[in-house]
């Protein structure tokens, strides 16, 4: 290829880009377009995602795991997994995923047994609730916050331990997307 063909085919190269440049919109313009992290949760409501059923019940768990209490354990406590109470006001949330998770990430600890809630021996009992506060504002802005705890008893009822994790989700007057 010649020199002259190489400056004409750089040219045009050139002159494309200019023309897909000026298409193309500019920072602070009108477009609609956002960047969203790809490690983030985007939301377009101010409601729980499986992704934050998951994140949320093994930060609490683990959280349990990797306390004093329970690393002080000398040998492996039978231990029930009560049913998951749902204090929202959201009644569509999939409580079922989250005691799955919870139960998952015990079990694979392999710091406790998991007995069934039937079982009538056992060390403690993990009693869990998820709680919502919302909030409103103008143009139907809203805040969530979503707290899921977990709290040890003994046989007797005597509280052992309280772990909890919290989740806060908004919702704008526009979409991000």
């Known amino acids: 290829m010649t020199s002259i063909h190489k400056l004409l085919l750089a040219a045009g190269a050139a002159l494309a880009l200019a023309g897909c440049q000026a298409n193309m919109p500019k920072f602070g313009g009108q477009s609609n377009v956002s960047i969203v992290d790809s490690g983030s949760r ?3 409501q101010a ?3 499986m992704a934050d059923y998951t994140e949320l019940s093994e930060k609490v768990t683990n959280k349990m795991l990797d ?3 329970v690393t002080g354990w000398k040998s492996k406590p039978r231990l029930i ?3 998951l109470r749902n204090n929202t006001d959201n009644e569509n949330i999939r409580m079922a995923d989250i005691y799955d998770r919870i139960t998952e990430v015990l079990l ?3 710091t406790v047994r998991l007995v069934d809630q039937s079982a009538t021996s056992f060390d403690y009992v993990v009693r869990s609730e998820l709680s919502s506060n919302r909030q409103y504002g103008e143009g139907g802005q809203q ?3 979503y707290k899921l705890e977990l709290k040890l008893f003994t046989i007797s009822g005597e509280m052992k331990g309280q772990w909890s994790g919290t989740l806060t989700l908004a919702k704008g007057q526009k979409s991000f997307l």
């Open 47 to 49: 409601e729980l995602t």
């Open 108 to 110: 694979n600890s392999d």
């Open 42 to 44: 985007g939301h377009l």
């Open 143 to 145: 805040l969530v916050g």
């Open 81 to 83: 997994l009560a049913k």
């Open 67 to 69: 306390s004093r209490l």
